[in-house]
């Protein structure tokens, strides 16, 4: 009798001690909340409007930090195509300048399932700092009716004659750049040293650069790094003129402390992660090649210490260059002409977005060429969960597939080796 009661006042303290720490959870939320405020800017919006929806301001002025956008603050982006007036040859876009702190990040986003365009690019400098950019599309609106072939060598010609664009980050500590779809730009990521501890998530980088006489041009990311980790994570890069990943530089630039973990690259030039000066604390973890060879480091006489483990190469190759001290463990690298393997028949794995419970990456290696190939997704869609999957090249195009969930294996629309799509849901009715 003793015993049960002091179970059960056990039991009314531990719930007790629970609905204090809920209580005072949303209180903290709530009072963040009511400090931080929303803001609107809109293709049409006025320097001199309130920042609402009903009176939004420019996007020029929004990002240079002209307005009175505060840390913890979110600025919402209508609906619509933000055209950057400077279209000159080398024009980078609309200048980022927003300051936020380590617990009350800026936030840059477009409305929920709405498409919002910046036609130009954005670039993001000092003071930027603690700033989350999210769900935007950006491009260069002259690459659908110019040319992409320029008669002139090197990496600035002169007759490209329109905009850079993409997105160009020279600053910032503990900025997240996530599920941006970045496309048909000089360059898909410019992304310097000047830019610490920060992260580029989920975001789908196709068809931007250039031909020219001596070789292809623009990479789907081009970045060096020096303090700090910079982390690239659940990316799907394809198509493009130059490579996919170039985390390079020279012998006097900088390729350390990375984790790229988790990307997709297919059918474009090669994932490189070196360059001329010895590189230290790089880990590629659990990345998916097709028709793509990986490469660990470059010109580099030495490099200090790398990690290769669990990434799938199909139709690739992988070369780890001169590293002191080298993990390369579970690894699946099949060449082009090479005897598929086994077992695994096939891989699958459904990849859910670590900041959008609506998304996730989906992808298929089918060693085997089975037909169908199907997926449970139960841990993540609840029985009657509507869902679609997106071509990652048209990802505001017609669904590839698009039901609803009734708890029973998902037949995949792949057609041979290999498939990668966008897999958002909706609650059922």
Request: aromatic content about 10%; proline content about 6%.
């Amino acid at each position: 009798m003793s015993r049960t009661v002091a179970s059960m006042s056990t039991t009314v303290k531990q719930m007790l001690v629970v609905g204090f720490v809920l209580v005072s959870a949303i209180w903290s939320g709530t009072a963040q909340s009511a400090c931080a405020a929303d803001w609107y800017a809109a293709v049409d919006g006025k320097p001199e409007g309130a920042g609402t929806k009903d009176s939004p301001w420019d996007l020029q002025s929004a990002l240079e930090g002209k307005q009175k956008i505060a840390p913890g603050d979110t600025l919402w982006l209508l609906p619509g195509t933000y055209k950057y007036p400077d279209r000159k040859q080398g024009s980078s876009g609309y200048v980022v300048k927003l300051a936020g702190q380590k617990d009350k990040p800026i936030h840059v986003r477009a409305l929920p399932g709405q498409r919002t365009i910046i036609d130009g690019g954005l670039s993001v400098q000092a003071p930027s700092t603690w700033l989350w950019i999210w769900d935007l599309e950006i491009i260069v609106s002259e690459n659908f009716t110019m040319p992409r072939r320029v008669e002139e060598p090197g990496s600035h010609p002169q007759s490209y004659n329109r905009p850079w664009g993409g997105l160009s980050v020279y600053s910032g500590e503990g900025c997240k750049f996530i599920h941006l779809l970045i496309h048909d730009n000089a360059q898909g990521v410019s992304w310097w040293k000047g830019s610490t501890n920060s992260e580029l998530y989920g975001a789908i980088i196709y068809d931007n650069g250039w031909s020219a006489p001596d070789r292809g041009h623009g990479h789907a990311i081009y970045t060096q790094n020096q303090d700090g980790v910079k982390t690239i994570a659940e990316c799907i890069l394809t198509g493009g003129f130059s490579y996919t990943m170039h985390a390079y530089g020279s012998s006097q630039a900088y390729v350390d402390n990375y984790l790229i973990e988790g990307n997709v690259a297919y059918n474009g030039g090669t994932f490189l992660v070196g360059g001329g000066r010895p590189s230290r604390n790089i880990r590629v973890l659990r990345n998916f090649l097709y028709n793509i060879n990986m490469q660990i480091g470059y010109t580099a006489k030495e490099n200090e210490d790398c990690q290769v483990r669990d990434n799938v190469i199909l139709n690739g190759n992988l070369s780890i260059n001169r590293y002191k001290q080298v993990v390369e463990q579970g690894n699946i690298v099949v060449g082009k002409n090479q005897p598929r393997p086994k077992q695994p028949e096939v891989i699958i794995e459904l990849r859910p977005s670590r900041y959008d419970p609506r998304r996730a990456n989906l992808i298929v290696v089918n060693f085997a060429q089975r037909s169908p190939v199907r997926l449970d997704p139960g841990k993540w869609l609840n029985r009657g969960d509507k869902f679609r999957l997106q071509n990652p090249r048209d990802f505001y195009g017609k669904p590839v597939l698009a039901a609803r969930y009734l708890g029973k294996p998902i037949g995949l629309p792949i057609e041979g080796e290999f498939g990668v799509w966008v897999m958002l849901k909706d609650q059922g009715d």
